[in-house]
């Protein structure tokens, strides 16, 4: 599985962007989701995960209220939608894939199975 972030860029504080992550060589539909970022000098820590199915999500308590994750399965594409964002949500996003064998539960390690390779979002105070 190959999986490609974009979407990120700059946007003022308060200001939206819409991350997707594209998955090629094999669908993703079995897998279970997720949206990660790293600051400058921090740790990598998961933003949000999202269910094999789809019904099911988590999300850390920094974003809640504010960023929605969901995914096509037709099209083996995971999105992450972020709103009102702040200058502390400056990172870089990477999504990772985690081979799941129930379809409603969200995985809620860090040791996915396949990672991308991160999109920078950068937001100005």
């Known amino acids: 599985v190959q999986l490609q972030a974009s979407g990120g860029g700059l946007v003022q504080a308060g200001g939206s962007l819409r991350l997707s992550c594209a998955a090629s060589?094999?669908?993703?539909?079995?897998?279970?989701m997720g949206w990660f970022r790293q600051a400058p000098g921090k740790e990598r820590v998961k933003v949000a995960a999202?269910?094999?199915?789809?019904?099911?999500?988590y999300y850390v308590n920094s974003v809640k209220g504010r960023f929605t994750i969901s995914r096509d399965t037709a099209n083996d594409t995971l999105y992450l939608q972020m709103n009102s964002l702040k200058p502390e949500d400056t990172a870089v996003y990477f999504c990772?894939?985690?081979?799941?064998?129930?379809?409603?539960?969200?995985?809620?390690?860090?040791?996915?199975?396949?990672w991308g390779q991160g999109t920078l979002v950068t937001v100005s105070s």
């Open positions: 060589g094999r669908t993703v539909s079995y897998y279970g």
């Open positions: 990772a894939a985690k081979r799941v064998f129930n379809q409603e539960s969200v995985y809620y390690g860090n040791d996915y199975d396949y």
């Open positions: 999202i269910s094999w199915s789809g019904g099911n999500t």
